[in-house]
């Protein structure tokens, strides 16, 4: 299938590129990322407003606008302060590191193609490497350790829990985000995210990575702290968890990196396997409309804030995981899927060097079997032998009630036999009181 752009725009070229196009392009970079922020906050609220069946700030202003507004300037006047015995330097550090780090990984990803500004061509992208996609990884590592100090120089239990918490958390999905990226790296032949872009030909990309793109859809939702994944800042175990003690901008830097982290791995999945600022396949017959390089930032946008849409959906419909299903699904499913699809993306990507196959047709064939199974994995969960506990179970047994364990069962309570009447019994005073009340 032919590029659905001139082909003669489609390879990034930086030679041409100087220090002013650098800063111009960074300041444009910042300024999408932070109108974007209220953006989202403004999608997200209504989303979730209409999902969950309340007004919420559907009702602040036209269009709820004015909600997001005053929540901003809230934030910045809100008084700053920290706890007895923190690290300072540190503490004030930790929130700065995080949202650096959030700001940077935005400048690896293509926005469009080259594009023509009187004399001057230069790509729709600030920076690009042959090992683009693994600084992507880098940064977002070390956006980890400002959530770790952040935790840990505060000095309070619920920060370091929640602290701890992610520590084992990013580990765990960027394994799992690793080995889709992996795939993604055989099949393309580079690491730039550019070459990425310009190496989706056709539908059977997306088919024969899907299985990868999964992973990495489900992984992103670990990276970036959301439901119901959002384990690190849970508010029945946690209270606020790392960012529990922070307040004022301390606070709002945390909060704006977590917005500007789900756009970056929307905007990573949408250049990894989604086709980057090329227009939808589908839209093949418009291919002499979109021939300007111009609809290449337009068809990024759409793809990239649909992905957030999803991030709100999935927000609104799922409930929290427990920690151990989190770590389980990590670990047990997704790290092995992973692993199982990068090889065989390796083996169907060296047959036709020995054999006469059509790599693609056969890509794509494998590609179903496995979303089948791994559908099937997710889906319908195992059966497990659960123990069988003789001993009689107690909930107070320590002095303060626990659930009981899988095999044990809780008593009746004694007021169920009170409520329940007799057939054709009267109502008591106190039955006929409460149902009138």
């Known amino acids: ?195 990425i872009v310009e190496a989706q030909q056709d539908p059977t990309w997306l088919l024969g990575l899907l299985p990868a793109f999964i992973i990495y859809v489900i992984a992103s939702f670990g990276e970036v702290n959301r439901l119901p994944f959002d384990l690190t800042e849970c508010e029945g175990e946690l209270v606020a968890g790392h960012q529990t003690e922070y307040s004022g901008m301390n606070f709002a830097w945390f909060y704006l990196a977590e917005y500007i982290n789900i756009m970056n791995v929307s905007a990573m999945s949408v250049t990894m396997f989604l086709g980057g600022w090329k227009a939808p396949w589908a839209w093949d017959f418009m291919n002499p409309v979109t021939g300007s390089p111009w609809w290449g930032p337009l068809w990024f946008g759409v793809k990239v804030w649909g992905m957030f849409w999803f991030f709100v959906w999935v927000r609104g419909t799922l409930v929290r995981f427990r920690y151990d299903q989190f770590m389980n699904l990590g670990w047990k499913v997704l790290i092995p899927v992973g692993f199982v699809w990068m090889m065989a993306v390796a083996w169907i990507k060296a047959l036709p060097v020995f054999f006469n196959f059509n790599s693609q047709q056969v890509m794509l064939a494998v590609a179903v079997v496995c979303g089948v199974l791994l559908v099937v994995v997710l889906v319908i969960p195992a059966r497990r032998s659960v123990p069988i506990h003789e001993a009689p179970f107690d909930a107070f047994a320590d002095g303060y009630p626990v659930p009981p364990l899988p095999g044990q069962v809780l008593e009746p309570s004694p007021r169920a036999g009170r409520i329940k009447m007799a057939p054709h019994e009267p109502a008591t005073a106190i039955e006929e009181g409460g149902a009138q009340q």
Not at 52 to 77: C, E, H, S
């Open 1 to 195: 299938m032919e590029m659905l752009i001139n082909p003669a725009v489609n390879t990034t070229d930086f030679s041409h590129e100087t220090w002013w196009i650098s800063v111009i392009k960074a300041v444009a970079i910042l300024l999408i990322l932070i109108l974007g922020v209220l953006l989202q906050l403004w999608v997200e609220r209504r989303g979730l407003g209409r999902i969950q069946t309340r007004p919420g700030p559907n009702v602040r202003g036209p269009f709820g606008l004015l909600q997001a507004i005053a929540d901003a300037g809230k934030m910045v006047f809100k008084e700053s302060f920290w706890p007895r015995g923190a690290d300072l330097f540190i503490y004030i550090l930790a929130p700065l590191l995080v949202a650096f780090t959030a700001f940077a990984i935005f400048s690896i990803i293509p926005l469009g193609p080259n594009v023509q500004i009187g004399p001057i061509s230069t790509p729709l992208q600030m920076f690009d490497s042959p090992v683009a996609t693994l600084i992507v990884l880098a940064i977002s590592s070390v956006g980890v350790y400002g959530i770790v100090l952040g935790g840990w120089s505060s000095n309070s239990p619920y920060p370091l829990l929640g602290s701890v918490r992610s520590t084992a958390q990013v580990i765990s999905y960027e394994l799992a985000m690793g080995t889709a990226m992996v795939s993604v790296f055989i099949m393309a032949g580079s690491m730039s995210t550019s070459k």
